[in-house]
């Protein structure tokens, strides 16, 4: 008798504590949205943000939320946007989309958010890019790459899609290394590896590259390569295209391409970043990629500035996330502030759409699906460690 | 032994009214502009999850089988649904948004249902660790394969592009057709447990050879409740699909799967009262916890170790909520205190929050129509009448009224 009681005793708070915690918060978000809605005419702007924070890409998130912050502090101190302080309402969506609608959904239902950063990965703004054309609310991206998620009127994004590098690569195969006989390796089952060939095919092609050879294996995570290798070497190519991932391209691609005796160029997208070594260091010469940021870019003075600026904020070295956040809140602030006074979100989205912006991972101008054609770093392997070597610019 | 102030057929009159007004109560939140997008998000989300829940319940609670491929079946109704809908535009096919979004998403749940057989017959010759096993790997192959398939990434059909996202699905999921899907699914739960099926399938729980030795077809039962239970996955994954509009061959990964395994466990095994409130709580707790910002995840965390260290059978146990039993007990309060207490409890969490009343009353329609009966006790009795009634032939069971007796035989002692 006793032991029932106190189950149902124990059962008795549970309920009640759910109960009044319901009562509690929903009390607490009503007056919080009432406050938001008089400071939308008052001091402060409000963007929102949705990035992943727990879950497996914790790290990404949390290196944009730094980004972010470094960003609205910066403007904040130099007076905010067009005299109003920035406010960020940062939300947690753990990489799942069902959380990242949420988030969306909560972020809109705020009058005074004019813009929302984020999501983080192609995954959760997929589930986004819908939403933000329902409530007519930007948002903008920061990393997520995937070409699939380019739908809509109202997604945006500060870094550049997967397939784009292929034009890149291409553009740096003719103008930069001036080669004429180029081919191409690439995974078919892996859209990362067949869409970047797919375009530097079609780009390549423009520039009047002669593509001599194209090879394919049939995922992106095979370890032998050596008889597509040596077809392409016989095919008298100088330079190959190969958009795999670091932990295949590293140990398999490039030794194995060098023991056929191909010498010339292998280049990668960024996949290759963090790219997985032999022990023979020399084979990694003449080894290109493409990446969104590098702290040595010399050609671009902000990137000084914001190491900088970074370093002092968070004691540790930005990353390619935390670059491209700290963009995202410049390019909402341009378009805030191109869109007027008190700008409604639709002016923001006209204000977006199709400008020009130059930031810490380059200059770009964004197209009209809202993806940027914007300047590429190219870094080069030089005894085993990636260096600086240039920037392309778009066509 | 007659308590009841209300016959069976006016109890189910009176879940049906409660059913009725939770809904206008919605409709009336939503058409007032009461309910932001948010708070309508989450209601869906919530319905969508009460579906998931309650149908792995009859799984893990009822059957007492312990699964980790729900999601998969959920991905693959997801799948099914999105993809058939938008094979009924490309053809050009005349039909409502409404017919299209029923037929897709029953589509999905006969889809997951088939794979749900498929799966059920090798796998269902185990139990306990290696069944989760087998379901766990089943998930993550429903996974590889649909990331895979052309068809099922970019923007669907013949123009997919493998690995990626499915993109540009309808969102034709609408909040109320959705909870009325939501109060089918969980009446024909109810009632499934409460049938002679159910009552075969508590027996296999219970003691599996002693169910076998009385005549039970023990497979067909396991493969029957793993069927259902994958077919209403697959109905929520249309749901999901089409509230979402996005799908990502991740979700169908083992970790969702224990998400959902953690709300049954959370309400209590067996409990359909325990699966909608931990369902409609755990959706909504997150939400709530977002003023924790960083620490969301790490509080949500602790309140799960907190109720499973202070509560280890769940919220509920095996105990349900009952809207005609409600009634009785505030006709004749000395009857039973405690239990009228725990009722009101519930009664006051659902009428506190618009979005967990919307499935709390859900339960009394299906709670309604018998009386009360103990699970645990229920499940033995059970095993008992089949055993003595199922003599030697193949009958799933007793006549249906032996159940009744068995009941407010178990009701009698459990009041002593």
């Known amino acids: ?395 | 032994m007659k308590k009841s102030i209300l016959s069976t057929k006016q109890s189910y009159l009176v879940c049906a009214l409660g059913v009725l007004a939770l809904f206008l109560l919605v409709m009336a939140v939503c058409e007032t502009g009461l309910a932001s997008p948010y708070i309508k998000g989450i209601m869906m989300t919530a319905c969508i999850a009460v579906i998931m829940t309650t149908s792995l319940n009859l799984t893990i609670g009822v059957l007492g089988q312990l699964t980790l491929g729900c999601c998969g079946f959920q991905a693959i109704g997801a799948y099914t649904a999105a993809l058939l809908s938008k094979l009924i535009v490309a053809q050009g096919i005349a039909m409502s948004d409404m017919s299209r979004f029923l037929i897709t998403i029953v589509a999905g749940g006969a889809m997951a249902c088939i794979f749900g057989v498929i799966v059920g017959v090798p796998a269902l010759r185990l139990h306990g660790d290696y069944l989760a096993i087998i379901t766990l790997g089943f998930g993550e192959i429903i996974r590889v394969i649909i990331q895979n398939l052309k068809f099922a990434g970019g923007i669907g059909l013949s123009k997919g592009q493998q690995g990626q996202a499915l993109i540009g699905i309808d969102r034709l999921a609408n909040l109320y057709v959705v909870f009325w899907i939501t109060v089918l699914t969980v009446a024909f739960l109810f009632m499934f447990g409460r049938s002679r099926y159910g009552r075969a399938v508590k027996a296999i729980r219970d003691d599996e050879i002693a169910a076998s030795a009385s005549g039970l077809n023990t497979t067909y039962l396991k493969v029957l409740v793993f069927a259902i239970s994958a077919f209403f996955a697959g109905v929520a994954g249309g749901i999901f699909a089409q509230y979402i509009g996005s799908l990502n061959p991740a979700m169908a990964g083992w970790l969702n799967s224990i998400n959902y395994v953690i709300m049954v466990v959370f309400g209590g095994m067996g409990s359909i009262t325990g699966s909608i409130v931990s369902a409609i709580g755990l959706t909504i707790l997150p939400e709530l916890l977002r003023a924790f910002s960083d620490y969301r995840m790490l509080v949500y965390s602790v309140a799960l170790v907190l109720v499973m260290i202070f509560r280890p059978q769940g919220i509920f146990g095996s105990w349900e909520f009952s809207l005609s039993k409600f009634i009785n007990h505030l006709f004749y309060r000395g009857n039973g205190p405690k239990r009228g207490r725990a009722a009101v409890a519930v009664e006051g969490t659902a009428s506190t929050d618009g979005v967990a009343s919307t499935e709390d009353n859900a339960t009394p329609d299906t709670a309604a129509g018998a009386d009360d009966v103990s699970r645990l006790q229920d499940g033995v009795i059970a095993s008992a009448g089949i055993a003595g009634t199922g003599e030697g032939s193949a009958g799933v069971g007793p006549d249906p009224n032996a159940p009744r007796d068995g009941g407010a035989m178990q009701e009698g002692d459990d009041r002593r």
Not at chain 1, 239 to 263: E, H, T
Request: net charge neutral; aromatic share 8%.
């Open chain 1, 1 to 395: 008798m006793n032991t029932r009681f106190t189950a149902k005793f124990v059962t008795i708070c549970a309920a009640t504590g759910l109960a009044v915690s319901l009562a509690g918060c929903s009390g607490g978000s009503l007056s919080e949205n009432s406050g938001s809605d008089s400071a939308a005419q008052g001091n402060t702007i409000t963007l929102g943000s949705i990035t992943t924070n727990s879950g497996t890409a914790a790290a990404y998130g949390e290196a944009e939320v730094a980004g972010f912050k470094l960003a609205i502090s910066e403007i904040n101190k130099a007076g905010g946007i067009n005299g109003k302080k920035v406010k960020l309402e940062s939300m947690d969506d753990k990489g799942d989309p069902t959380e990242s609608s949420n988030a969306f959904n909560k972020l809109s239902g705020d009058d005074s958010v004019l813009a929302v950063l984020g999501p983080t990965i192609s995954a959760t703004t997929a589930a986004v890019a819908p939403l933000a054309d329902q409530s007519k609310l930007v948002a903008i991206a920061p990393a997520a790459t995937a070409d699939s998620i380019e739908s809509g009127n109202y997604l945006f994004r500060a870094c550049f899609k997967d397939s784009y590098q292929g034009e890149i690569a291409a553009r740096f195969a003719a103008k930069t290394l001036k080669v004429k006989k180029v081919a191409v390796l690439y995974g078919t089952g892996d859209p990362y590896s067949s869409g970047t060939a797919e375009s530097f095919m079609k780009e390549a092609k423009q520039l009047g590259l002669d593509v001599v050879d194209q090879e394919s294996s049939s995922s992106a995570d095979d370890t032998e390569y050596s008889s597509q290798l040596q077809k392409i070497q016989a095919s008298g190519a100088e330079f190959l295209y190969a958009p795999y991932y670091y932990s295949i391209a590293g140990p398999y691609i490039i030794p194995q391409a060098r023991s056929v005796g191909f010498n010339g160029v292998v280049m990668g997208p960024d996949g290759y970043d963090g790219l997985k070594l032999t022990d023979n260091v020399s084979l990694y010469n003449k080894v290109y990629y493409t990446t969104h940021y590098s702290p040595d870019d010399k050609e671009n003075s902000k990137v000084a500035d914001f190491i900088k600026s970074f370093r002092s904020e968070n004691k540790s070295d930005p990353n390619t996330f935390s670059a491209l956040s700290y963009d995202t809140v410049y390019m909402a602030k341009q378009a805030i502030e191109k869109a007027g006074k008190n700008p409604t979100r639709e002016q923001v989205r006209k204000a977006l759409a199709g400008s020009k912006f130059d930031g810490v991972t380059g200059s770009f101008t964004l197209d009209k699906t809202g993806s940027p054609k914007k300047s590429v770093i190219v870094l080069e392997m030089k005894d085993g460690k990636p260096v600086f070597n240039s920037t392309v610019k778009p066509a």
